[in-house]
């Protein structure tokens, strides 16, 4: 990590395969998509891609951001984030899982050090890149897909730092909706299959903080869309349009008084199997 220098080219080739901003596709009437809700929701899944599909771009005309994909791009990240487990000896995915299982917030947060430790390296400065490259990218009328947990709340601070350049844009949220229980298996799951194929090992919540972050981007979705479609940022995040993908992970549910129910009743249902794990939320 020492020798990599973070730049527009180094994320560029990152999120869209590309060295130059000037190589992806400038629209006339460009789209700006969140893809919002809790890890291991399903922000990535076909079902989501499908969605942007319909929109009538073809995929390969996105800056997909995703500070996720900068952070495990660097091969100390990828050393760092290994050790943990290396020290334990873990081999097997019953092993690793029992150890995730029991994870508490203090454990996680030794998990989570790697990571942290990396995406807020000053002399990286990644956000300071991703947020220039951003900038730059509305300024160019460029398609771009923005992939967010809510772990800090709702993404209002898009609509108050690049409500300019977004009056461009079509603004667009998909909100892929999952159990929690299910959330927090492949929450597990993805971190424990990279691991034993090599890779990096990015985990950082405990079950507890997984439940609460999961109520949290519940209902900031609730929280945000509502102040959004009251003009509160403005008549950009007023003209937004929400995509709710069901359980099932196909279909949408495009009718607010449709999923807004369904999402009040997946925190009611979170807090529920918190409860039935003996965790006081």
């Known amino acids: 990590m020492n020798n990599t220098i973070i730049n527009q080219k180094y994320l560029l080739r990152i999120f869209s395969k590309v060295n130059k901003l000037n190589n992806v596709p400038t629209q006339e009437r460009p789209v700006f998509i969140i893809k919002y809700g809790p890890p291991a929701s399903g922000k990535g899944s076909r079902g989501v891609k499908s969605v942007i599909e319909s929109f009538g771009h073809p995929l390969n005309s996105y800056i997909d951001i995703n500070v996720d994909d900068v952070v495990e791009s660097l091969n100390t990240f990828k050393k760092d984030s290994r050790k943990i487990l290396n020290a334990k000896g873990l081999t097997t995915a019953e092993q690793i899982n029992q150890i995730l299982n029991k994870a508490t917030n203090k454990n996680a947060e030794n998990f989570s050090k790697p990571y942290f430790t990396t995406r807020f390296n000053k002399r990286l400065a ?117 995509f709710v993908i069901p359980r099932t992970g196909t279909g949408l549910i495009s009718n607010s008084s449709k999923y807004r129910p369904v999402v009040r009743m997946l925190i009611g249902e979170a807090k529920s199997w918190g409860k039935s794990q003996g965790i006081q939320l």
Do not use: H
């Not at 300071?128 to 990218?137: E, I, R, V």
């Not at 507890?208 to 995040?237: P, T």
């Open 126 to 242: 990644i956000p300071n890149q991703m947020d220039l490259l951003m900038k730059n990218a509305i300024i160019a009328r460029k398609n771009i897909s923005f992939e967010t947990t809510g772990g800090t709340g709702f993404p209002s601070w898009i609509f108050d730092v690049f409500k300019e350049g977004l009056k461009n844009y079509d603004i667009k949220f998909i909100f892929p909706l999952v159990d929690c229980s299910e959330g927090w298996s492949r929450y597990k799951r993805r971190p424990t299959n990279s691991y034993l194929r090599g890779g990096v090992f990015r985990f950082g919540s405990s079950k507890k903080q997984y439940i609460q972050q999961y109520i949290k981007s519940y209902n900031e979705f609730l929280n945000g869309e509502i102040a959004m479609r009251s003009g509160k940022y403005g008549g950009v995040g007023k003209n937004a349009r929400y």
